[in-house]
């Protein structure tokens, strides 16, 4: 059995980007490589893995598919990890790579080779690589009608589903490039970088790429995968300009690539009726916003992810504050790093917005309208209040 890990490369995309065709054309310019696949799909018949295997003497048993030029295919589910460890029982290969569907988010994916297990003993990541349809992209941002999702999350807007694939990512791959003009290009990759800033860009039709841009060059780290995404830079770089005096409102720009974040802070509840008009009258300039937002009204934080036209609040948890006295005083003294504010502890609004061509003064004027006036702090629980109240809670604000 070999000692070192198998290097491992995760294909994420929607349904239709191209990652089928993505994987066949690494497998096709594979070289010396010795590749291993597993392929998942939402159906009962495994269709990508179908088409993987076309033009090869496949041989299928138990649930496993045999292909002549070395490869295996098997329907992933939540079976992944039992599939993986026996690849590496029964098989010689020196890389894997793991289609995952069209639904999918690949992050789990990839926890799943980086948490301590059966398989990050055998195997570890080489890179994330996000398949774009680059016109579909453009198009869920802009509010045009787009395909509908299938599968078990077929009431999630596909918006959601491509940030979150692309905010995880390595490498994005911008298919189908000849459907779009160089503006929009260029506006696809100013997007990506505001989603995902590490990330390398890739422009391609039919999904031709060098294999040697995509399989091993180890542009995966553990352990940032939850620290990724530029939403969450741009809170991060916020926190520290506080800490050395640069305030609430300090701007954070990706200039160079057309596209602005900023984040707000405020220690004043949001009035729920002016706040969820706020949410719902976005421009559509903006590409993402998330964050936790104070509600009027409600006891936990409230969890606020837009995404394109997809606006949508969750509870996340109640504010520390709010916890009756012996509770507080043992979580605090368990985090002494706590922001507290004298009269209103842990509570704190705070969002990060990211677009092109936003109006930050505007907005940021508009978010401070939406603030409890001094004169409303006393009505706060007869407002009239959309926000969700209960924990895993999740109410739609709008969408497309």
């Known amino acids: 059995m070999r000692s070192d890990p198998i290097p491992v490369t995760v294909l994420s995309g929607s349904l239709g980007a191209g990652k089928t065709t993505l994987l066949n054309r690494l497998l096709g310019g594979a070289g010396e490589r010795d590749l291993a696949v597993l392929v998942n799909d939402v159906g009962e018949v495994n269709v990508d893995a179908e088409l993987v295997a076309g033009g090869s003497d496949l041989e299928v048993e138990g649930g496993v598919a045999e292909l002549s030029n070395g490869c295996i295919c098997c329907e992933l589910q939540d079976d992944l990890e039992t599939a993986v460890v026996r690849l590496a029982r029964e098989r010689e290969f020196n890389h894997l790579l793991v289609e995952a569907s069209g639904i999918s988010e690949p992050a789990p994916v990839?926890?799943?080779?980086?948490?301590?297990?059966?398989?990050?003993?055998r195997y570890e990541v080489d890179a994330l690589v996000t398949v774009l349809d680059t016109r579909l992209f453009l198009d869920s941002f802009a509010g045009d009608a787009i395909p509908e999702r299938r599968g078990d999350e077929a009431d999630r807007p596909l918006s959601d589903l491509l940030i979150e694939q692309v905010e995880v990512a390595d490498v994005v791959l911008l298919n189908k490039a000849d459907l779009c003009t160089a503006a929009e290009l260029d506006r696809a990759?100013?997007?990506?970088?505001?989603?995902?800033?590490?990330?390398?860009?890739?422009?391609?039709?039919?999904?031709?790429?060098?294999?040697?841009?995509?399989?091993?060059?180890?542009?995966?780290?553990?352990?940032?995968?939850?620290?990724?995404?530029?939403?969450?830079?741009?809170?991060?770089?916020?926190?520290?300009?506080?800490?050395?005096?640069?305030?609430?409102?300090?701007?954070?720009?990706?200039?160079?690539?057309?596209?602005?974040?900023?984040?707000?802070?405020?220690?004043?509840?949001?009035?729920?009726?002016?706040?969820?008009?706020?949410?719902?009258?976005?421009?559509?300039?903006?590409?993402?916003?998330?964050?936790?937002?104070?509600?009027?009204?409600?006891?936990?934080?409230?969890?606020?992810?837009?995404?394109?036209?997809?606006?949508?609040?969750?509870?996340?948890?109640?504010w520390i504050a709010s916890l009756p006295e012996v509770?507080?005083?043992?979580?605090?003294?368990?985090?002494?790093?706590?922001?507290?504010?004298?009269?209103?502890?842990?509570?704190?609004?705070?969002?990060?917005?990211i677009g092109t061509e936003v109006d930050e003064p505007s907005l940021r004027a508009a978010l401070r309208d939406c603030l409890v006036a001094d004169d409303e702090w006393s009505q706060a629980d007869s407002f009239e209040n959309p926000f969700p109240r209960d924990p895993g809670e999740e109410v739609v604000l709008r969408e497309p």
Not at 116 to 121: G, Y
Not at 193 to 201: G, K, S, V, W, Y
Not at 332 to 345: A, I, K, M, T, V
């Open 110 to 121: 990839a926890r799943l080779f980086t948490t301590a297990s059966r398989v990050a003993a």
């Open 189 to 318: 990759e100013d997007l990506v970088r505001a989603l995902r800033p590490d990330a390398e860009t890739i422009r391609t039709e039919f999904s031709a790429v060098d294999p040697d841009r995509l399989l091993g060059i180890g542009r995966f780290d553990p352990d940032r995968l939850g620290e990724r995404a530029g939403w969450k830079r741009a809170l991060a770089d916020d926190d520290r300009d506080h800490e050395h005096g640069h305030g609430h409102d300090h701007r954070h720009p990706d200039e160079v690539y057309g596209v602005t974040s900023f984040v707000f802070r405020e220690r004043r509840p949001f009035h729920p009726g002016r706040f969820a008009s706020f949410l719902r009258d976005l421009p559509a300039g903006v590409v993402r916003s998330k964050g936790t937002a104070w509600i009027a009204g409600r006891d936990g934080k409230v969890g606020i992810a837009q995404a394109g036209p997809s606006v949508r609040a969750t509870v996340r948890g109640p």
């Open 327 to 353: 509770d507080r005083d043992l979580y605090r003294s368990n985090r002494p790093n706590l922001e507290w504010h004298d009269e209103h502890g842990d509570r704190e609004t705070e969002l990060v917005f």
